[in-house]
């Protein structure tokens, strides 16, 4: 059989394969081409890819290096700062006044929290008891501090009660023991005014701090001074903070600390105050309330600066709670007002021998001159009386002041006229703040032309009337003065115009190096006082005390002391009569003494204010009395100076 052979290119038949067309070999090599270019551009591509990570790689190795090593640092290592311990404070004789001491404290971050605010405390609860009271006074916290870390929810932990919650620790995130220092007021409302307290750090104490720029400084602190000495001296007491490099892990723990910068502790301080003459003072009140300040004249230090009532300083160191807050805050005594610093008084009749001797002194009077008082004084159609009917009698310039005539003041202020009143008791510092180093002080009023135009914003009561002298006189009228002022008047009286600015801290101490700087007295002025005029003052003061309305107080007195009683009032008389025991005891007259001792030689000077206390010869210079035998004599008082029925008595000035 003959066979056809069949080629390549052979034309198909039926039932055999076709070989395939030029066309369809040009398709095929144009998807070759596509899928070669597709692969180079991928290739292209991922090249591109790895070269953008090196030069990344090179950008982040070479350039970048030192940051990113800054950053793994930081997050290796946690900077924690170490609180400073606080300056203790002590009196001229080295009993501690404020100190502190370590203890546990429950504290809560809210913002960690898994739960609510209340849930966590009630589970809380269930280890460790959270009173009523704890709860208030976090609230209030909460209140007062918007930006804070943690607040304490519990203070002074026991040690069963810090062992129990490390136990439990893992169910109460948010929620930690941390060991505080605590500040603490060993004597508690004694000398409370003049210390002062601590008290947690406020949004206003933030600013503060800010505008300052000592907030770095305050890193790791929760308290601050806030009024008083505490306050004051902050910058001194507070110390400079150390800090701490710690190695944590990724859960945020520590391991071990690689650097320590210690902590600076605060400068101690070292007060002018007697804190016995301070609560042998404080005690001589008795329940009156009122203020007592002492003076060395010779340098301005303070030896005791008491305003009663007082507070228990150490209610505020953890965040008072509300209701001890309302107590204190809604008192009718106002236990948180220093009234040394910030009550303002008539002076009464302790205003006289400044008045003396501002009369000597501008020649409106001498010392001899004596006028006749029939017990009042007539004065455009008004009748000024005297506190004794029928009047002293003949009176000179040292009776007038032994026996506290008023007749006499009135027609000198009359002679004398506002405004030379004014420019001679504005060298004593009236109506004006001492300087003293504690904050608030207020200025007072002393009372002049000037002043009264600055102070009435009506015209028709801007203008000085001839009678509103006659009051000053006798130290009434706009006359307003702190008893701060009294007692550094005083002091410069007895120091024969020399002025000192008062001061209550004496050394400060460097707690490292165990160092004392002075506190210089500072010498303010010398009032240009003729020595002649200064001893009819002199004289007169010590006769208050020997023979005048402060004999009483002083009979059997070791030592000579000059004095000035007064009684200054609270409401206006209108002509009447005023009867002790007819008027309501807010109402009452104040009582006022001004002393020094020993009269040839001052070595302080005080003023005294019972408020509402009546004669001053009664209720202020037995208080004076007892202050002057301890520190000049030893003496303690068995008794407090004054009491209810001395309060009531009756007498002169």
């Given at each position: 059989m003959k066979y056809r052979r069949r080629t390549l290119f052979s034309k198909p038949v039926k039932g055999r394969m076709r070989p395939p067309s030029t066309n369809e070999l040009k398709n095929a090599?144009?998807?070759?081409?596509?899928?070669?270019?597709?692969?180079?551009?991928?290739?292209?591509?991922?090249?591109?890819?790895?070269?953008?990570?090196?030069?990344?790689?090179?950008?982040?190795?070479?350039?970048?290096?030192?940051?990113?090593?800054?950053?793994?640092?930081?997050?290796?290592?946690?900077?924690?700062?170490?609180?400073?311990?606080?300056?203790?404070?002590?009196?001229?004789?080295?009993?501690?006044?404020?100190?502190n001491y370590s203890a546990y404290t429950l504290e809560i971050t809210p913002s960690k929290l898994p739960d609510s605010l209340e849930q966590s405390i009630e589970r809380?609860?269930?280890?460790?008891?959270?009173?009523?009271?704890?709860?208030?006074?976090?609230?209030?916290?909460?209140?007062?501090?918007?930006?804070?870390?943690?607040?304490?929810?519990?203070?002074?932990?026991?040690?069963?009660?810090?062992?129990?919650?490390?136990?439990?620790?893992y169910q109460f995130p948010g929620i930690e023991v941390k060991a505080r220092l605590f500040r603490h007021y060993p004597l508690g409302e004694l000398a409370s005014h003049l210390i002062g307290y601590i008290g947690r750090i406020n949004d206003k104490d933030l600013a503060d701090l800010e505008d300052a720029g000592e907030t770095?400084?305050?890193?790791?602190?929760?308290?601050?001074?806030?009024?008083g000495i505490e306050q004051f001296y902050e910058s001194q007491l507070h110390g400079t903070t150390g800090f701490e490099e710690v190695e944590i892990d990724s859960g945020g723990r520590a391991i071990r600390t690689l650097r320590r910068t210690q902590p600076k502790p605060g400068q101690n301080l070292v007060l002018s105050v007697d804190?016995?003459?301070?609560?042998?003072?404080?005690?001589?009140?008795?329940?009156?309330?009122?203020?007592?300040?002492?003076?060395?004249?010779?340098?301005g230090g303070i030896l005791a600066l008491v305003s009663?009532?007082?507070?228990?300083?150490?209610?505020?160191?953890?965040?008072?709670?509300?209701?001890?807050?309302?107590?204190?805050?809604?008192?009718?005594?106002?236990?948180?007002?220093?009234?040394?610093?910030?009550?303002?008084?008539?002076?009464?009749?302790?205003?006289?021998?400044?008045?003396?001797?501002?009369?000597?002194?501008?020649?409106?009077?001498?010392?001899?001159?004596?006028?006749?008082?029939?017990?009042?004084?007539?004065?455009?159609?008004?009748?000024?009386?005297?506190?004794?009917?029928?009047?002293?009698?003949?009176?000179?310039?040292?009776?007038?002041?032994?026996v506290s005539c008023d007749t006499y003041y009135y027609s000198l202020a009359n002679t004398m006229g506002i405004d030379n009143i004014s420019r001679f008791m504005k060298l004593f510092d009236f109506g004006q703040p001492t300087g003293v180093d504690i904050q608030g002080e207020q200025p007072g009023v002393l009372p002049s032309q000037e002043w009264k135009k600055k102070r009435f914003k009506n015209p028709?009561?801007?203008?000085?009337?001839?009678?509103?002298?006659?009051?000053?006189?006798?130290g009434q009228g706009y006359n307003t003065y702190t008893p701060l002022q009294m007692a550094h008047a005083t002091a410069t009286l007895a120091n024969d115009g020399v002025m000192f600015k008062p001061h209550l801290v004496q050394f400060i101490e460097d707690a490292d190096k165990g160092s004392r700087t002075v506190v210089e007295p500072m010498p303010v002025k010398t009032i240009p006082l003729k020595p002649e005029n200064l001893a009819v003052i002199h004289r007169a003061m010590a006769g208050v005390v020997k023979e005048g309305t402060?004999?009483?107080?002083?009979?059997?007195?070791?030592?000579?002391?000059?004095?000035?009683?007064?009684?200054?009032?609270?409401?206006?008389?209108?002509?009447g009569k005023y009867s002790e025991s007819g008027t309501k005891k807010h109402l009452r007259d104040h009582a006022w003494f001004i002393a020094y001792a020993p009269a040839n030689d001052p070595k302080i000077a005080l003023a005294v204010l019972v408020e509402n206390g009546g004669f001053g010869a009664a209720t202020a210079a037995p208080i004076a009395r007892q202050v002057l035998d301890y520190y000049l004599t030893g003496k303690k008082p068995n008794a407090p100076a004054i009491n209810a029925s001395d309060v009531e008595s009756s007498g002169d000035d």
């Open positions: 090599n144009a998807e070759r081409y596509a899928f070669q270019l597709r692969i180079v551009a991928a290739a292209l591509f991922v090249l591109a890819l790895f070269g953008c990570l090196l030069a990344r790689f090179v950008w982040l190795q070479t350039l970048q290096h030192d940051k990113y090593q800054t950053m793994a640092e930081a997050n290796r290592i946690s900077l924690v700062p170490v609180q400073p311990s606080r300056g203790i404070i002590k009196d001229r004789n080295g009993v501690v006044l404020a100190h809380l609860n269930k280890i460790i008891e959270v009173t009523p009271k704890d709860r208030r006074r976090f609230k209030k916290l909460m209140d007062e501090t918007k930006e804070f870390e943690s607040l304490p929810i519990k203070t002074r932990l026991s040690d069963e009660e810090v062992a129990r919650f490390a136990a439990n620790s770095a400084n305050y890193r790791g602190t929760d308290h601050i001074g806030k009024v804190i016995k003459l301070q609560e042998i003072a404080e005690n001589a009140f008795g329940d009156n309330n009122g203020s007592l300040v002492a003076i060395d004249p010779k340098t009663k009532p007082g507070y228990d300083p150490n209610l505020f160191v953890d965040g008072i709670d509300p209701q001890n807050w309302k107590d204190l805050n809604e008192s009718p005594d106002k236990p948180l007002n220093n009234r040394a610093l910030r009550g303002t008084y008539p002076p009464g009749s302790t205003f006289k021998p400044f008045m003396a001797l501002a009369a000597l002194e501008g020649g409106f009077r001498s010392a001899n001159a004596a006028i006749a008082d029939p017990g009042f004084f007539w004065f455009g159609g008004h009748q000024f009386r005297d506190d004794k009917a029928g009047g002293h009698g003949m009176v000179d310039m040292y009776r007038s002041i032994v028709a009561q801007q203008k000085w009337f001839a009678g509103e002298t006659i009051s000053v006189g006798i402060g004999a009483k107080a002083f009979a059997g007195a070791q030592y000579e002391a000059a004095g000035k009683t007064g009684t200054a009032q609270v409401f206006s008389l209108k002509g």
